[in-house]
């Protein structure tokens, strides 16, 4: 393309896409990064972004965690919620960086107060555990409310919990069980084991243990661990 080669930022990532998916051209990663790395020089967000990952992932260029943060760095600064949320992971598991769960927040919170759905959830977790923060049951109830107004399952499945077994809120399993059935029918493993179980016990629904059996079957197709084993301790197949 020769506005890509003349410097058209646009033109450069549309190229990286068309090489990067094989789309009328022959699928080429290594090319695919050297366009995006080129539009990313210019300060492109989505190419600051996209070279943070293809770093990170190791595609079309060796595994470079150091190289894929300073990207992702660059594409945080432009505003990018994903790329603050990344940088946040990569500091809860010290990859390119020394491990610090404090500092994870710090970016977790960076990107959940712009509305990233999946950093509510976790920095929810965090406040739970009290990892990097104090811990703040409330704080967490807060989050995962936040996380699961916008539709995100596993925000939805937290909250569900949190209702179920009284986490910074009085217990109410009607509603838990609203919120973990929303995740599970959204196709949330880990929610759909925790519907099942609803329905084995009897917890804000009518027992069931068909039900059950059909939602930790569920569960187990998509390999969920716990559901697997609850079927296995109530004699059932997978």
């Known amino acids: 393309s020769k506005a890509a080669e003349n410097g058209d930022v646009a033109a450069q990532c549309?190229?990286?896409?068309?090489?990067?998916?094989?789309?009328?051209?022959v699928t080429d990663k290594t090319e695919a990064v050297k366009w995006y790395n080129k539009a990313a020089e210019q300060g492109d967000a989505k190419a600051c972004f996209f070279a943070g990952r293809v770093y990170f992932y190791g595609v079309g260029v060796p595994q470079d965690y150091q190289e894929s943060l300073k990207w992702y760095?660059?594409?945080?600064?432009?505003?990018?919620?994903?790329?603050?949320h990344d940088i946040a992971t990569s500091y809860k598991l010290g990859e390119?960086?020394?491990?610090?769960?404090?500092?994870?927040?710090?970016?977790?919170?960076?990107?959940?107060?712009?509305?990233?759905?999946?950093?509510?959830?976790v920095l929810g977790n965090f406040y739970e555990q009290g990892l990097g923060v104090e811990k703040n049951e409330q704080e967490a109830l807060k989050w995962y409310y936040k996380s699961a107004m916008q539709g995100f399952s596993p925000g939805q499945n937290e909250l569900g919990v949190c209702f179920i077994k009284g986490t910074g809120t009085s217990k109410n399993y009607d509603e838990g069980v609203k919120y973990i059935r929303m995740a599970a029918e959204q196709g949330d493993a880990s929610a759909q084991n925790n519907l099942a179980t609803c329905y084995y016990n009897g917890t804000g629904v009518d027992e069931d243990e068909e039900e059950a059996v059909e939602w930790y079957r569920k569960a187990a197709a998509q390999g969920n661990g716990f559901a697997k084993e609850n079927l296995k301790r109530l004699g059932y197949s997978e």
């Open 14 to 25: 549309a190229l990286g896409d068309c090489y990067y998916k094989g789309d009328g051209v």
């Open 96 to 121: 390119g960086v020394p491990q610090s769960y404090s500092e994870a927040a710090k970016w977790y919170r960076k990107a959940a107060e712009n509305g990233y759905a999946y950093s509510q959830k």
């Open 73 to 84: 760095r660059k594409a945080a600064d432009k505003g990018v919620l994903r790329a603050q």
